[in-house]
């Protein structure tokens, strides 16, 4: 007796010995999914059917690098209650018979996997290398914003690897080439500097106003005052002229000059953490603050401070 889940192929006669159906179906979807499939509408080049995780390999050109936890724990608990409401997409693996590799939906493939979910439900499609890039850059693109720096690298990649114009990249994503170009420069940054943007410490004008610097010493030095001091990306921009004419102050009018000492430990202590931060000295008490991106950036600066101890669990 055949499997249940062979009739879930969008192609039962054409496409039988290739379906999705032979992945690994449990037992409490498979009576769902032979349902199901009454009410599939063929779609050339698809099928669609329940496969087991341990099948499916993430994306390797996945642009996306830095997923917001709380976001994915929201997931989580979602799929733990209600289960999966949409469908990834994969495709197969040309290397490794019966294996998948994910297009789109890295967020509920990884919130699937910690929910303890053994299956997933899923969409196969035919795609080309170039088309599998493309397509998971486009689903980040409008469904969960990168940080500048991975959207930056995303742009290049696909520049470079498909030896795709900004123009036509332009038309392709719905973004203009002027903020295709402007945001591909943020690579030209030092790697502290591209860091701090990355955490999220370092706004992207404040980074494009420090790449007018032709200097990277100078560019690090600058990005170290921006997040000690809290210069505004108008101070920054001054900052930025009066570096290139050669002088070492660029203090912008109206800002209160700190105190130098607090200051250069600010310094220290924000180049130690990767982040903002501020040391305000008053006449009786002083104040210490320190900025951070999210509940993984905070995690990250507790751990760097030895203070380890489930403190983001609230």
Known sequence: MPHPTEELDAHPQEDAPEAVATADVSHETEGEADDASSDLVP??????????LDRIRPNPRQPRDVFDEDALDELITSIREIGVLQPVVVRRRADASGQYELIMGERRFRASKDAGKTTIPAIVRETSNDDLLR???????HRVDL???EEA??????????NCTQEELSERIGRSRPQISNTIRLLKLPAMVQRRVAAGVLSSGHARAILGLNDAANMEVLAQRVVAEGLSVRATEEAVVLLNRGERSAVSRGT?????ELAE?????????DTRVNLVMGKRKGKLSVEFANGEDLSRILSLLGLDGGATEE
């Open 256 to 260: 209160r000059k700190p105190d130098p």
């Open 147 to 149: 940080n500048p720096l």
């Open 153 to 162: 690298a995303a742009y290049s990649q696909l520049l470079e690897d498909f």
């Open 43 to 52: 779609v050339p080049g698809t099928t669609f059917g329940e496969i087991s």
């Open 265 to 273: 430990l600010a310094r220290s202590l924000g180049d130690r953490l």
């Open 135 to 141: 397509d998971a850059l486009l689903e980040n693109l």
